[in-house]
């Protein structure tokens, strides 16, 4: 089992910043994957950006040059750095991580870009 605790969302205006946690209640060094979606709402989830195991990258076309996406094995957390927040980036944000061919999701945080 994997719990995991999202943290850091809020409001923020235009063009601003934001930096989102996930902290996971074990080691992520044998996690497959860790990433982070988002959901608006009346829309599906989407996926943000994801970090694989070997720490490589993905990102969503919306946000590539503006979210970094890092884990700190050190911490067991895995981070999004969102710079040039839009009002569009306004949604639920959720941490999964696959784990032994398993998805765990957390609880979400809401992120507000607004002015």
């Known amino acids: 089992q994997v719990q995991l605790v999202e943290s850091g969302g809020g409001l923020v205006q235009p063009g601003g910043s934001l930096r989102l946690s996930c902290a996971a209640s074990r080691s992520i060094v044998s996690f497959t994957s860790m990433g982070w979606y988002r959901q608006a709402p009346g829309l599906q989830r989407e996926l943000v950006a994801l970090i694989a195991f070997d720490g490589r990258t993905n990102y969503s076309d919306s946000v590539k040059g503006r979210f970094t996406i890092s884990r700190d094995n050190a911490e067991n957390t895995v981070n999004l750095q969102m710079n040039s927040l839009k009002s569009e980036d306004t949604a639920v944000y959720y941490c999964?991580?696959?784990?032994?061919?398993?998805?765990?999701w957390g609880q979400g945080t809401q992120v507000t870009v607004s002015s």
């Open positions: 999964k991580v696959i784990h032994i061919f398993r998805a765990y």
